[in-house]
């Protein structure tokens, strides 16, 4: 059950990652000296919120549910996976927070990785407050509000 579970919080939160970042990031956009815009597409930014958040709200129960039995996906003891759902979900919660609201197994398991020894320095500074980290610059959304 164990690997079941963390198979099942990977392959989701890699799912939602991937949509989030094509809603943040317009594949028509130049790149100087890396590669030229596209005039043929038009990127809707609202339009690929919308249909990320329909996403998440339909599988923010799912991760409810994973997160409710234990410390964190595998049990008592974290493993990368762990950490992969934390950093997605932090994203995913500071770009769309609505779906996260009154979710107590996923904000407790938020609050559980936030107090492990060696992150909480992290947790406390100044970049992660800002959300400098999400996305790059030439995101439509990066993280910074």
Known sequence: AVVSTQSTGEQEIIDLKVRMNS?????????PGIKEGCDAGVFDHEFMKANFIKRLEDRVPMFEELLGAGFCLGGHTP?????LVYEYLDHM????????????????FMERVEGLK????????????????????????HGKE
Do not use: H, Q
């Open 23 to 31: 809603t943040c990031y317009d594949p028509f956009m130049g790149i």
């Open 79 to 83: 493993c990368y996976v762990d950490f």
């Open 93 to 108: 919660r500071r770009f769309v927070p609505g779906p996260f609201e009154g979710r107590a197994n996923i904000a407790a």
């Open 118 to 141: 060696g992150l909480k320095d992290w947790f406390e500074g100044e970049e992660y407050k800002a959300g400098a980290y999400i996305n790059g610059p030439i995101a439509k959304w």
